[in-house]
């Protein structure tokens, strides 16, 4: 266990509008792989970036589906300790997860302020009507019962733009930030690796992560397994 720094916790504690930036790394504890040790990241001759790719959801929609279905999709994940600590936060209006993840576990952990920035897998719709469709009928079968459409999350796959609504909210949270802590990402990501230009330049940055990050500015590290760290912090 590591021993929680009080001049730590009195940075939490006096932050009354934190941005937690976060990544695979945070749900990771709840038995979700990241992409880059995914089940089948090179399966074929071909790496997850085509799999997740425009190109593959138009041109190959049965292969795009079937990776998805067996790589992406773990229903029986449950939320950890760092899920719960920040989403506790998000309730007492204090702080805002913006999340690489697609996984909805901020969601299942009741986040109230959360930018999904790249999506959320367990929201389907249907490429043809726009009708959205349980999830698990989309792993049933890629086609909607209504009209015969293909079926897709709603997530920001390769060469598709993001959803602008998102980055406005994300771009906002960051400027009024008091506090900006990364959790569990590179920060090697664009865009939003970008956010970081938008953060309250008064705000302190600190990074729980394994590894140090090169964001080009002084921010306070701390190595540490991010459960222990969250498991330690009061809120």
Not at 150 to 162: A, F, H, S, T
Request: proline residues 4%.
């Amino acid at each position: 266990m590591m021993a929680m720094d009080a001049e730590l916790q009195a940075i939490f504690d006096q932050a009354q509008h934190i941005v937690f930036l976060t990544g695979a790394g945070v749900s990771t504890p709840s038995g979700i792989p990241d992409y880059r040790s995914k089940n089948g990241l090179y399966t074929g001759h071909r790496n997850a970036e085509y799999y997740l790719s425009h190109t593959c959801l138009v041109q190959e929609p049965q292969v795009f589906y079937n990776y998805v279905k067996s790589n992406l999709y773990y229903p029986e994940a449950k939320p950890n300790v760092i899920h719960e600590k920040q989403a506790a936060l998000t309730r007492a209006n204090r702080a805002t997860v913006v999340t690489q993840n697609i996984d909805n576990l901020y969601n299942d952990a009741n986040c109230q302020h959360l930018v999904e920035f790249h999506g959320n897998l367990y929201q389907v719709y249907c490429q043809v009507c726009g009708a959205k469709v349980d999830w698990h009928d989309y792993l049933k079968s890629p086609y909607h019962q209504a009209d015969g459409g293909w079926l897709r999350p709603d997530v920001v796959l390769y060469e598709e733009g993001l959803n602008q609504l998102n980055v406005q909210r994300a771009v906002g949270a960051m400027a009024q930030a008091d506090l900006v802590v990364i959790v569990g990402t590179s920060m090697r990501v664009y865009p939003f690796a970008g956010l970081l230009d938008y953060r309250n330049d008064q705000a302190p940055v600190v990074v729980v992560n394994q590894e140090e990050l090169n964001l080009g500015f002084d921010y306070r590290m701390v190595k540490a397994d991010a459960t222990t760290f969250f498991d330690e912090l009061r809120v």
